[in-house]
């Protein structure tokens, strides 16, 4: 069975930092891409990144771009999203997706459950 | 950054009805859309990608169309569980981008 289980979210203070993280089964893991999608409180979805496979090319939103930064792990099937200069507009619940391809840029077919991170002082 | 447009914001539908849904893109995405289906309190799921291809496991009410500019969602038939929040998501080009969502809710 394919899970992603998020961890590491959290409070946190107006410029201040978290990293989060997704530990994945239940797939080969170094076959896909992974990425970070958030949705604000009784908002939309927004895609906040995206890692290729190997892990060698990432990708990042305009409103993240510069102060969050995308990793993976294929030894230890987890990825990260080490967040910096955060600001309320980054208070949401992030979910850790799987790509249908190994080169990022498609469909997500898998999520977890998502993990909370509220900026606030 | 392409934007997409969906419409109606909200749908209001008995069981049994015909939902038929729109997603509109400020420039042509080809068929590289898919469609989610979000349950309050739950994760989205995936229903259909690249404009008209079903994911595994999801009920043949579920049909997608479309390709360039328009493309819609239809479930043929609602069934209770279809009650929920949809949207659609484009990976024709960086920054992936979703759409605002459209809400079936009963009537």
């Known amino acids: 069975e394919v899970q992603l289980l998020e961890s590491g979210g959290g409070l946190a203070q107006p410029g201040g930092s978290l990293r989060l993280s997704c530990e994945a089964s239940g797939f080969t893991f170094s076959r896909y891409a992974m990425n970070w999608v958030r949705q604000a409180p009784g908002k939309g979805l927004e895609w906040v990144s995206g890692i290729a496979g190997g892990g060698s090319s990432t990708y990042y939103g305009d409103s993240v771009k510069g102060r969050f930064t995308i990793s993976r792990d294929n030894s230890k099937n987890t990825v990260h999203l080490q967040m910096d200069s955060l600001s309320a507009e980054d208070t949401a619940l992030y979910y850790c997706a799987k790509d249908v391809r190994f080169e990022a840029r498609g469909a997500f077919d898998m999520w977890g459950q998502g993990t909370m991170v509220t900026v606030s002082s | 950054e392409i934007m997409l447009t969906q419409s109606p914001a909200t749908l209001s539908l008995s069981p049994g009805e015909r939902a038929t849904l729109s997603c509109r893109a400020s420039?042509?995405?080809?068929?590289?859309l898919a469609w989610y289906q979000q349950k309050p309190g739950q994760a989205p799921r995936l229903l259909i990608y690249?404009?008209?291809n079903r994911a595994t496991g999801i009920p043949a009410r579920f049909s997608g169309g479309g390709s360039g500019t328009d493309f819609t969602l239809t479930i043929s038939s609602l069934e209770p569980e279809d009650f929920a929040v949809y949207y659609c998501?484009?990976?024709?080009?960086?920054?992936?981008?979703f759409g605002g969502g459209t809400k079936v809710e009963m009537k």
């Open positions: 998501q484009q990976r024709k080009s960086w920054p992936l981008t």
């Open positions: 690249d404009a008209s």
């Open positions: 420039q042509s995405v080809s068929s590289y």
